[in-house]
């Protein structure tokens, strides 16, 4: 068995999968439409910063909660973009799926690592 081969199947049926073929047509329909585009690029950018935030165990500011809940209003009745973030919720949750599937089946655990054991500035955490 070469691994590369069945990482060649792999793709291929990600690619084919009815819920990959959903998710490229939801974000085909939202670029014909460039004030959609615009306002989901917008939407997403500000998302990432607030997970941003979260994942270095801050609050983010008020005023981009704030932003993101004006985007958010803006966005959610776009039919188009709800597609999108349904399709998009939808295929994250299958390749998280997958990176779980990999990790439990190799028993990878990067804490043996250490790299940085006083804290990624050199401070405890």
Same mark, same amino acid.
């Given at each position: 068995? +070469? ?8 793709? +291929? ?15 085909? #329909? *939202?670029?014909? +439409? ?10 997403? #950018?500000?998302?990432m ?14 005023? *981009? *909660?704030?932003?993101? +809940?004006? %985007?958010y ?23 998280d ?22 804290? %990624? ?5």
């Amino acid at each position: 068995m +070469n691994i590369y081969d069945k990482l060649y199947d792999l793709t +291929n049926a990600i690619k084919s999968s009815a819920e990959f073929q959903r998710y490229k047509y939801a974000a085909e #329909k *939202v670029e014909q +439409n460039p004030t959609h585009s615009q306002m989901l690029k917008d939407y997403l #950018k500000v998302q990432m910063q607030i997970q941003m935030a979260k994942m270095m165990g801050t609050e983010p500011p008020q005023e *981009v *909660v704030e932003q993101f +809940n004006m %985007l958010y209003t803006a966005v959610s009745p776009i039919e188009s973009i709800g597609e999108f973030m349904q399709a998009q919720a939808y295929f994250s949750s299958i390749v998280d799926d997958i990176m779980k599937a990999i990790t439990d089946a190799t028993k990878i655990d990067a804490s043996f690592l250490n790299i940085y054991p006083d804290g %990624l500035f050199g401070m405890d955490e």
